[in-house]
Antibody, heavy 120, light 108 residues
Framework: QVQLKESGPGLVAPSQSLSITCTVSGFSLTSYGVHWVRQPPGKGLEWLGVIWAGGITNYNSALMSRLSISKDNSKSQVFLKMNSLQTVDTAMYYC??????????????WGQGTTLTVSS | DIQMTQTTSSLSASLGDRVTISCRASQDISNYLNWYQQKPDGTVKLLIYYTSRLHSGVPSKFSGSGSGTDYSLTISNLEQEDIATYFCQQGNTLPPWTFGGGTKLEIK
């Protein structure tokens, strides 16, 4: 059974950094990529970045300078790190499994999401 | 970047109705169009990929169609459990992968 679960700090002060962990089960990170997607309150979904099975990463160019995605295959964990946080970064953060191939790129399983509030 | 537009931000329908949600891409995306359902508790699930292919476990009441820049998701026999926000996403080869703004489905 494929599962992803995010865990994060919940509340971060402006200008500080963020680290969110996505712990997966039911599949191997050496075989699948994992994406990060966020959703500000009352708004739509925004793709943040992906770490592919081989460890290569791609980022949303608008956030690239502040984002870093890494993983620990042995622990089945993927990490999202973002620095210089502002109130506009307040959002629900999701990790999702990648399915890239003949049918294009899509996200077949999602975590429940973790809420991040940036506030002093 | 490819822009995805869902012109209907909210839609009200009756139980048992058949509803259609539309999505338009800013350029031809060659059927690389996916649909997701987000429940009020935030849970997100893949419904359809590559325009019309049903994800595992998704009931056949959901169907997708379209080509080029225009795509749609149809839900037949609307039930209470279908109350959710529906997002389209273009899955073209290169990032960034972008989503439509969402269509919130409500019961009349």
């Amino acid at each position: 059974q494929v599962q992803l679960k995010e865990s994060g700090p919940g509340l971060v002060a402006p200008s500080q950094s963020l680290s969110i962990t996505c712990t997966v089960s039911g599949f191997s990170l050496t075989s699948y990529g994992v994406h990060w997607v966020r959703q500000p309150p009352g708004k739509g979904l925004e793709w943040l970045g992906v770490i592919w099975a081989g460890g290569i990463t791609n980022y949303n160019s608008a956030l690239m300078s502040r984002l870093s995605i890494s993983k620990d295959n042995s622990k089945s964990q993927v990490f999202l790190k973002m620095n210089s946080l502002q109130t506009v970064d307040t959002a629900m953060y999701y990790c999702a499994r990648d399915r890239a191939g003949y049918y294009g790129n899509y996200f077949d399983y999602w975590g429940q999401g973790t809420t991040l509030t940036v506030s002093s | 970047d490819i822009q995805m537009t869902q012109t209907t931000s909210s839609l009200s329908a009756s139980l048992g109705d058949r509803v259609t949600i539309s999505c338009r891409a800013s350029q031809d995306i060659s059927n690389y169009l996916n649909w997701y359902q987000q429940k009020p508790d935030g849970t997100v699930k893949l419904l359809i990929y590559y325009t019309s292919r049903l994800h595992s476990g998704v009931p056949s009441k959901f169907s997708g169609s379209g080509s080029g820049t225009d795509y749609s998701l149809t839900i037949s026999n609307l039930e209470q459990e279908d109350i959710a926000t529906y997002f389209c996403q273009q899955g073209n080869t290169l990032p960034p992968w972008t989503f439509g703004g969402g269509t919130k489905l409500e019961i009349k």
